[in-house]
């Protein structure tokens, strides 16, 4: 992952159901993925095709609080 982020690769990118790779490792309980791309400038707030964000897909407490702190941090920059 952190290639792909040196490369520039689009962190926002979604699929046809609207999943970005946040989104999937959030729920997939990919802590460490996804301090990575959260701290890279990936959006927690896209949406897939059912509504869903990462927030609401986070399998685990640790990728709950991250996404939470994610939430407030991106708040206060704009």
Do not use: H, W
């Not at 927690?44 to 897909?57: E, H, N, V």
């Amino acid at each position: 992952m952190a290639d792909l982020i040196a490369a520039a690769a689009p962190l926002d990118n979604q699929n046809v159901n609207g999943a970005s790779a946040l989104i999937y490792c959030a729920s997939a309980g990919k802590a460490g993925m996804l301090r990575l791309l959260l701290a890279a400038g990936a959006d927690p707030g896209l949406k897939t095709l059912d509504d869903y964000t990462a927030l609401d897909s986070a399998a685990t407490r640790e990728c709950l609080a991250l996404l939470r702190m994610g939430r407030r941090c991106r708040a206060n920059l704009f």
